[in-house]
């Protein structure tokens, strides 16, 4: 399979990962910046979000990048999760609002805070924005730890400290029946699932996410190389079928 990588990947190491495994796992390796170039078809693709949107929508993919919590896992989401109009959820106090999937990455999650000063604040967060639109909510948790788990054909791979105390590691029993719990016959066969780890001590998803944009923390390339092909194989046969 041929393989284009985008020049500008947020992240060195991400780049470099990405690029190792793809050539250890037997791709040709091209680098690109224009989204619109001549590629060849049934191709995997590796870079930043809007790029990777921008190539979907180039083959004409209707793609749900994940980016939050399928409703498979809410069960393990350890909070209260809700969609409600961005004008709404800016006036809220001590949530975190994100936008949907298919607005990715239109402003970074932050978490709002109360008073005419903290009120302007959730304003310039979410500047350029259409207030009517819809944003993720969710209630604020104490959390200790967060971890990154590679999962590749229902196992995992690998996982990964990126965020709070790395001694506090979580739960693999729990993580795989969250696996057994995601898994169906249109799943992704490769996707990182984020866990938290709470002041409970339990693990709990934070969200789902695609491979073609992820960070990998440390994972073996190859590993990342065989995720990308496998899931980008598994895009274009459903496409086709």
């Given at each position: 399979m041929d393989a284009y990588v985008q020049k500008r990947v947020q992240g060195k190491y991400n780049k470099l990962t990405a690029d190792l495994g793809l050539n250890e796992v037997g791709c040709f390796v091209e680098h690109v910046e224009d989204a619109h170039a001549n590629f060849l078809a049934d191709s995997a693709y590796y870079g930043n979000v809007a790029w990777i949107t921008a190539q979907m929508r180039r083959m004409q993919y209707e793609h749900n990048q994940l980016g939050y919590v399928p409703d498979r896992l809410m069960n393990w989401a350890g909070r209260k999760i809700e969609k409600m109009p961005l004008d709404k959820a800016i006036h809220t106090i001590d949530k975190y609002i994100k936008p949907l999937n298919t607005r990715q990455k239109a402003f970074a999650c932050f978490k709002t805070v109360a008073s005419d000063k903290g009120s302007m604040i959730n304003l310039?967060?979410?500047?350029?924005?259409?207030?009517?639109?819809?944003?993720?909510?969710?209630?604020?948790?104490?959390?200790?730890?967060?971890?990154?788990?590679?999962?590749?054909?229902?196992?995992?791979?690998?996982?990964?400290?990126?965020?709070?105390?790395?001694?506090?590691?979580?739960?693999?029993?729990?993580?795989?029946?969250?696996?057994?719990?995601?898994?169906?016959?249109?799943?992704?066969?490769?996707?990182?699932?984020?866990?938290?780890?709470?002041?409970?001590?339990?693990?709990?998803?934070?969200?789902?996410?695609?491979?073609?944009?992820?960070?990998?923390?440390?994972?073996?390339?190859?590993?990342?190389?065989?995720?990308?092909?496998?899931?980008w194989e598994q895009i274009h046969k459903n496409k086709k079928s």
């Amino acid at each position: 399979m041929d393989a284009y990588v985008q020049k500008r990947v947020q992240g060195k190491y991400n780049k470099l990962t990405a690029d190792l495994g793809l050539n250890e796992v037997g791709c040709f390796v091209e680098h690109v910046e224009d989204a619109h170039a001549n590629f060849l078809a049934d191709s995997a693709y590796y870079g930043n979000v809007a790029w990777i949107t921008a190539q979907m929508r180039r083959m004409q993919y209707e793609h749900n990048q994940l980016g939050y919590v399928p409703d498979r896992l809410m069960n393990w989401a350890g909070r209260k999760i809700e969609k409600m109009p961005l004008d709404k959820a800016i006036h809220t106090i001590d949530k975190y609002i994100k936008p949907l999937n298919t607005r990715q990455k239109a402003f970074a999650c932050f978490k709002t805070v109360a008073s005419d000063k903290g009120s302007m604040i959730n304003l310039i967060e979410t500047a350029n924005c259409d207030y009517n639109e819809e944003v993720l909510v969710s209630d604020a948790v104490d959390i200790v730890s967060e971890w990154r788990c590679y999962i590749h054909e229902g196992e995992i791979r690998g996982a990964f400290n990126y965020k709070g105390n790395l001694r506090v590691h979580p739960n693999y029993n729990d993580i795989d029946v969250m696996i057994k719990d995601f898994t169906t016959t249109d799943s992704p066969i490769a996707y990182a699932l984020d866990v938290y780890i709470n002041t409970h001590g339990e693990t709990l998803v934070m969200e789902v996410n695609d491979v073609m944009s992820l960070g990998w923390y440390g994972l073996t390339p190859v590993y990342a190389g065989r995720m990308i092909v496998d899931r980008w194989e598994q895009i274009h046969k459903n496409k086709k079928s």
